[in-house]
């Protein structure tokens, strides 16, 4: 499979969050396991009813959230980060209120006060990660840059005096730039000996249902593990401008030491028709792992192109 160090049209865009926290129902999780989707997800998302999978809920512009560093009267500060590849340091960043002054009060969804997405602008490099704050309020994690580029840095956090907020900016890092330019259709993907699969087509408006199903050596894999309370993780990057969406498993949170497999379905709601970079994280023996898709998401009904689904060419 394509790295997703090849996918992506490299463009210093303004990238947005757009968070589908949506239904995952894989068909192994037991029935008992399967609540209304609607009371399982995070503060400020929509999800459809698990039963009507085509209810449209919102406009694009209405979808159109973390556009940039401020929202709703909360600012993300400037990024403190190391300016070159190679160079280890800190990412560090402050959330700061309506009043002016640093917010220290999160509510928890999906296990974290605050998930921080960090890609470059052509969609390669994509990290998933979870920073620690301070009593100041100050966010913090080691970091070292692995490619020189323009990165979007998307804070997602529900600060407990305030609706859920999605805040971005960007961090340019030098060094010699070699931009991944290559976003053909790809629907499966591998890493470290697991091939994923993902089925379903991507409809602009409206509630579309992705599955994935993972696989090793021909055997379905049973054995997904909890991850952010969920089996499953899905970021979504509309190309050309990385408008962001993630998505987590339909159902209750999974139980400690819980598993399932090998299928895991999703809601996803795209804005408009184009392409989409999609990353799935997935956990097992306790290794959380990264696939990489690109689909097109369709508005009239039309088939979406058909993937380029070489696993030669895929690898992660």
Do not use: K
């Amino acid at each position: 499979m394509r790295a997703p160090a090849r996918i992506g049209l490299y463009a210093a865009g303004l990238g947005v969050v757009f968070v589908a926290s949506a239904a995952i129902a894989g068909a192994v999780v037991p029935e008992d396991a399967v609540p209304d989707p609607a009371t399982s997800h995070a503060p400020g998302q929509h999800v459809a009813p698990a039963d009507d999978p085509e209810q449209e809920s919102t406009t694009g512009a209405d979808m159109m959230r973390g556009l940039s560093l401020e929202q709703d009267g909360y600012t993300l500060g400037e990024i403190e980060a190391p300016g070159a590849v190679g160079e280890a340091g800190e990412l560090a960043f402050t959330v700061t209120g309506p009043s002016g002054e640093p917010v220290t009060e999160f509510d928890v969804a999906h296990e974290q006060r605050l998930h921080l997405i960090v890609v470059r602008s052509d969609g390669a490099h994509f990290r998933h990660v979870h920073p620690v704050m301070d009593a100041d309020g100050r966010w913090s994690l080691p970091w070292t840059w692995d490619a020189a580029g323009t990165y979007r840095v998307y804070a997602d956090a529900a600060p407990s005096a305030g609706d859920a907020v999605t805040l971005t900016r960007t961090v340019d890092v030098a060094g010699d730039l070699a931009p991944a330019r290559d976003t053909e259709v790809s629907t499966t993907a591998s890493v470290d000996g697991y091939d994923v699969a993902l089925d379903g087509q991507l409809l602009a408006g409206t509630v579309s249902r992705l599955t994935v199903e993972v696989t090793r050596g021909g055997e379905p894999v049973t054995t997904l593990e909890p991850y952010l309370g969920a089996y499953g993780h899905l970021v979504a990057l509309r190309d050309g401008d990385l408008a962001y969406l993630h998505a987590h498993p339909e159902g209750h949170e999974p139980e400690t030491g819980q598993e399932s497999g090998p299928t895991v379905t999703f809601g996803v709601e795209a804005p408009t028709p184009g392409r989409y970079l999609l990353y799935l994280d997935f956990q097992v023996e306790g290794q959380v792992r990264t696939v990489a898709f690109v689909v097109e998401a369709t508005g009239d009904g039309a088939p979406a192109p058909a993937p380029d689904d070489d696993p030669a060419t895929h690898d992660h």
